[in-house]
């Protein structure tokens, strides 16, 4: 192996170590390791420019823009009022009618905006009820990290893998992922009921406050709500169609972002620039510097050397070798770095002789997405949940979350690899 391959694998190695001990902000660490490929000679600029897929950053901005200005409306506080009066103040079912809620918003908006949204709310309605919020977050951050593997938009190893492979539209995303993600929803709901009914009992007084509540004070402005709404409306069916227009999702998630901020004005701009999320977005950037460095000193082309040698090219065995490396993979490491090393890699196992590579990608969402389920450090989602609890005075342990997350990933993975199996393989 050249020395120019083995100072990249040091420095991923290095990085990624730090990216999981959490004692430096990653986006820090990611910049700092994409700096130094290009610093040491590994890659030029102009290669590791060439590497930042744009595609996933402006789906991203563009998302980020439209959900924040959306979310000064109220909207998404009206949605879960309603749901709770729906439910006639009963915990079991408002804690069902959250999930589900979170489940739809993350294969929407992505999981980590949708628990932004939810955990204020969920706060609200608990705090009424006198009821610890615990349970019901713990199932919105699973039920977040199911719902995003269902689209393009709805988690961010999707949205890499949908930017890597052309073919993989949004439309191809939702037929080959949401029937799963529904029989995993549906199996989870009665589980969820199960394990958390009698941990959430309160009085008749208190869920009679429930339905006193008033859904229509919580919109704050109704002329900016008919504007997101017509704005969001037009971004998702322009994801349904992007393929048919020749557009990428990035240009029209960007599109749908300057066209509600043409419609609302500069204030608004502002504002929503402020909301997004740019740490995450140059943690991006760092990261494909990063994993770049590897692709050009062919590292990566060994590493896909290597894998169809254990499974000596046999499709049935690569897509379950994936899907289950993915899944334990994210459960305890980020899933985003992990999935922008495995794109090349799937990539290369192509040019090598595997030429149905389509089961593949999708054992890969599958088991990045839901494998993030199975720790407390599996998914952005989950860290960003446990965080506002702590803060409250809810502290999610890892062991608590753990105890739930853990099995119920192994169960997904398990209706996945059936899933697989026979939607692909046989």
């Known amino acids: 192996m050249e020395q120019q391959a083995i100072l990249a694998i040091g420095i991923f190695l290095v990085i990624y170590a730090l990216i999981i001990s959490e004692k430096i902000h990653r986006t820090i660490v990611a910049m700092i390791g994409g700096g130094l490929m290009v610093a040491l000679g590994i890659i030029d600029q102009e290669t590791a420019i060439h590497h930042i897929d744009f595609n996933t950053l402006g789906?991203?901005?563009g998302m980020m823009i439209i959900v924040s200005v959306t979310a000064e409306t109220g909207l998404f506080?009206?949605?879960s009022v309603v749901a709770a009066k729906r439910a006639k103040g009963e915990p079991v079912r408002i804690l069902i009618s959250l999930a589900l809620i979170t489940a739809l918003g993350s294969a929407f908006?992505?999981?980590?905006?949708?628990?932004?949204?939810?955990?204020p709310v969920t706060f609200s309605?608990?705090?009424q009820l006198r009821v610890s919020p615990v349970p019901f977050l713990i199932t919105q951050i699973i039920s977040s990290n199911v719902g995003g593997t269902a689209t393009l938009i709805g988690d961010p190893p999707n949205i890499m893998i949908g930017s890597a492979v052309k073919e993989l539209t949004f439309?191809?995303?939702?037929?080959n992922l949401t029937p799963i993600t529904i029989i995993i929803m549906a199996v989870y709901v009665p589980i969820f009921v199960l394990i958390y009914r009698k941990q959430i009992q309160t009085t008749p007084e208190l869920k009679e406050s429930i339905m006193k509540l008033d859904e229509k004070e919580v919109i704050t402005d109704h002329k900016l709500l008919r504007k997101c709404l017509i704005v969001l409306g037009l971004t998702i069916l322009g994801f349904f169609m992007h393929q048919l227009l020749h557009l990428e999702s990035a240009t029209v998630a960007l599109g749908g972002a300057f066209l509600l901020l043409l419609l609302t004005g500069e204030h608004t701009m502002e504002e929503a620039?402020?909301?997004v999320e740019w740490m995450t977005i140059f943690f991006f950037i760092g990261l494909f510097v990063l994993v770049s460095g590897l692709i050009e000193t062919g590292v990566i082309a060994q590493l896909a050397e290597y894998a169809i040698e254990l499974t000596k090219g046999d499709v049935v065995v690569t897509s379950m070798l994936i899907?289950?490396?993915?899944?334990?993979?994210?459960?305890?490491?980020?899933n985003i770095p992990f999935v922008a090393t495995m794109i090349p890699m799937i990539q290369e196992m192509g040019q090598m002789g595997v030429s149905n590579l389509e089961p593949l990608w999708w054992s890969l969402a599958l088991g990045a997405c839901l494998g993030g389920n199975g720790?407390?450090?599996?998914?952005?989602?989950?860290?960003?949940?446990?965080?506002?609890?702590?803060k409250e005075g809810y502290p999610i342990t890892f062991i608590k979350y753990l105890k739930v997350g853990f099995p119920l990933m192994l169960l997904s993975m398990v209706l996945a690899s059936v899933y697989v199996y026979f939607r692909y393989l046989v």
């Open 59 to 61: 789906l991203l901005i």
């Open 77 to 79: 506080k009206y949605i």
């Open 109 to 119: 908006l992505d999981n980590v905006t949708t628990v932004l949204l939810m955990v």
């Open 125 to 127: 309605i608990t705090r």
């Open 171 to 175: 439309m191809a995303f939702i037929e």
């Open 273 to 275: 620039f402020t909301k």
């Open 323 to 334: 899907l289950w490396l993915s899944a334990f993979a994210s459960a305890f490491l980020d």
């Open 375 to 390: 720790t407390l450090i599996g998914a952005s989602a989950n860290l960003i949940v446990a965080g506002m609890s702590g």
